[in-house]
């Protein structure tokens, strides 16, 4: 089945630092490929998606490239502010999904927090 | 603000008793999803429905069940409630109900349950 692995968090970073979160999937088909953003006491918010290989995602200075020969989709920005602290979700989306269905499957967050 | 509204923002209850949670998703959407958000499982798809019909099925007990309306609006019934139903309860919408293919799903701010 579909499966999003994401790096451990907290992530602890001083304001202006180069921020990278690693997210690998496993998929049967061709998925999409999102970043979700949860800030605190908050619903789920998304920040750039990508829909096929070599597509590039970006929102706020975020970036992310939809790799699929590494089938990986990593999120960074080259400045965080305190303000970027949240959890951060990388999900997909497969077309596959049996009976035509649409399903996020989302990884577990990881926890970013961005300190003076 | 995403466009998708959910009520109530939170609620306490007793085990055993029996809550539903209402969705109205964004103006022109007609897939709406529910999941679950817990500390020990993370977020969880429950359920999919496309136009009032079933589309998709998840991890969705036999306690929990969902209809999509007429005009679109969704609730989630949550019977027999137990300690471990206490999480946070996201509604989400999108316009096709196709996977994969980019079609964004956007996330309400989630309705807060807890069981005591």
Redesign the interface.
């Known amino acids: 089945g579909n499966s999003v692995t994401q790096m451990e968090g907290p992530v602890t970073l001083s304001e202006e630092a180069f921020l990278t979160i690693n997210c690998t999937y496993t998929a049967t088909g061709y998925p999409s490929l999102f970043w979700y953003v949860q800030y605190p006491g908050e619903g789920l918010q998304l920040l750039l998606k990508a829909t096929k290989a070599d597509d590039k995602g970006s929102n706020k200075g975020f970036e992310a490239t939809y790799r699929k020969e590494t089938t990986s989709f990593h999120l960074e920005k080259g400045s965080v502010q305190v303000s970027d602290s949240a959890v951060y979700f990388c999900a997909l989306s497969d077309r596959r999904l049996t009976g035509g269905g649409n399903k996020l499957t989302f990884g577990t967050g990881t926890q970013l927090k961005v300190e003076l | 603000d995403?466009g998708v509204t959910q009520t109530p923002k939170h609620l306490i209850t007793a085990t055993g008793q029996r809550v539903t949670l209402r969705c109205s998703p964004r103006s022109g959407d007609l897939?709406v999803?529910w999941?679950q958000q817990s500390l020990d499982q993370?977020?969880q798809?429950l359920i999919?429905y496309?136009n009032g019909e079933e589309?998709?099925k998840?991890n969705i007990l036999e306690r929990f069940s969902a209809q999509q309306f007429p005009d679109l609006h969704s609730e989630l019934n949550l019977s027999s409630l137990e300690l471990g139903d206490s999480a946070l309860y996201?509604c989400?919408s999108?316009v096709?109900?196709?996977?994969?293919?980019?079609?964004?799903?956007?996330?309400?701010?989630?309705s807060w349950l807890t069981v005591v």
Do not use: C, H
């Open positions: 995403s897939s999803y999941y993370g977020l798809f999919q496309y589309r998709a998840g996201f989400a999108s096709g109900g196709q996977g994969g293919t980019g079609n964004t799903i956007y996330f309400g701010e989630g």
